[in-house]
């Protein structure tokens, strides 16, 4: 499929109605994997968003990959958290990647996925307790991750631990799925974003040659915060102002269809409704104004740029718990079956509070710029 950077949005639309947004129901309902839409995302080249022209990508920037996340998020979250996470990685890989590992990403022969998250480190990504060490010529990793998107389907990891012998907070590897020594502590049986496939995975003595090491010995940090934090923050609050805007799409459909059988009148009829589905609007808007910001701070290098970097990801997913809960309201008994759609994108939208960096470790950070104190 020939898609161009001139002619991607009209192709992700044709793959959100066809593909996409009818696998939706049961990906969340049997907590399956979205094989078939990823395949059909890979095969239209829009893994490839934010990988150069160089390595066979469509070089749309961190904007143009933020819109398809929130496009395909207003569908399936499942699926634009798979998406998220391939593009962090990709992020990591078009710096630090060689030529064919950064080709196979943009093509979609290689879905990647980020491996920070440890129960020793919990939210504070940014400082692993997985070691690596030398053995025989190649590196030796010990860890615990406790959860990684992707984890049983993923084609390899960006991996972070301790640093081998340079100081610093941590080191960025490149870790084959496949890799003797990896277990995945899978299924997932979550509460939201079911087929997302986030599970533990533990390392015991797996083995990767030197030239794994994305990046320098000791420089994990500066990957995590330079490259991978803007990345997820953006793309996290794209995802979350897709799912506001899917269900506030069927929210308005059950309430405009939805009839009082002796009045003849519809909820939307109703001012109490109408105020309720204007404030879901509202909050999405808000939301999506502040990533549009974000983006053009990034952009422009701005002074604020972190600052909205933190605060976009913080206000998307605090939106995106307000807007959901005002959907399960304004459609009411109606919304706690599966028809209506809004109870899957309620469950889904729970997520991004509790992604690391965590909505409250995010409003720390936030506190600390503003009163001029370092965030680490």
């Known amino acids: 499929m020939n898609t161009t950077a001139g002619t991607y949005e009209s192709t992700l639309e044709r793959l959100c109605t066809t593909t996409i947004g009818p696998n939706a129901a049961a990906v969340d309902r049997n907590g399956a994997f979205p094989t078939e839409s990823l395949q059909a995302l890979a095969s239209a080249g829009l893994l490839g968003a934010l990988s150069c022209a160089e390595s066979g990508g469509l070089a749309l920037g961190l904007a143009g990959a933020a819109g398809i996340v929130r496009r395909v998020a207003e569908e399936c979250g499942s699926t634009a958290m798979v998406l998220v996470m391939h593009y962090c990685g990709t992020a990591v890989l078009e ?3 060689s ?22 480190s919990r939210s504070h990504f940014w400082a692993p307790v997985g070691a690596a060490t030398r053995h025989n010529g190649h590196i030796r990793l010990k860890a615990d991750k406790s959860w990684v998107t992707s984890a049983s389907h ?64 000791g420089q994990g940090f500066e990957v995590m915060m330079n490259i991978v934090l803007p990345v997820f923050a ?68 701005r002074a604020d740029m972190m600052l909205r970097v933190l605060e976009c990801k913080a206000a998307a997913g ?20 599966k028809e209506v759609g809004v109870e899957r994108f309620f469950r889904d939208a729970r997520a991004a509070g509790v992604m690391a960096p965590t909505t409250d470790i995010l409003y720390d950070f936030i506190g600390k ?4 104190m370092p965030l680490f």
């Open 154 to 217: 993923a084609t390899a990891y960006v991996w972070s631990s301790k640093p081998l012998e340079a100081e610093g907070a941590s080191t960025i590897w490149l870790v084959p799925a496949t890799a003797p020594g990896l277990t995945v502590a899978g299924p997932f049986e979550g509460l939201g974003l079911r087929g997302n496939d986030s599970s533990p995975v533990s390392a015991s003595d797996v083995e990767v040659p030197p030239s794994a090491m994305l990046g320098g010995d």
């Open 318 to 337: 605090e939106c995106a718990n307000e807007v959901l809960d005002l959907a399960m309201r304004v459609c009411g008994g109606a919304a706690f079956r």
């Open 95 to 97: 710096a630090h990647g």
């Open 234 to 301: 953006v793309l996290s609050a794209a995802c979350s102002n897709g799912l506001m805007s899917g269900a506030i799409r069927r929210t308005a459909a059950h309430v405009t269809r939805t009839r009082h059988s002796d009045t003849g009148t519809t909820l939307s009829d109703l001012p109490t409704i109408r105020n309720y589905v204007a404030r879901m609007r509202v909050k999405a808007d808000v939301s999506d104004a502040l990533l549009g910001d974000t983006l053009a701070a990034i952009a422009a290098k």
């Open 99 to 120: 030529k064919e590992e950064r080709a196979a990403a943009a093509s979609g022969a290689h879905l990647s996925t980020l491996a920070f998250s440890e129960a020793g």
């Open 369 to 372: 710029a503003i009163c001029g």
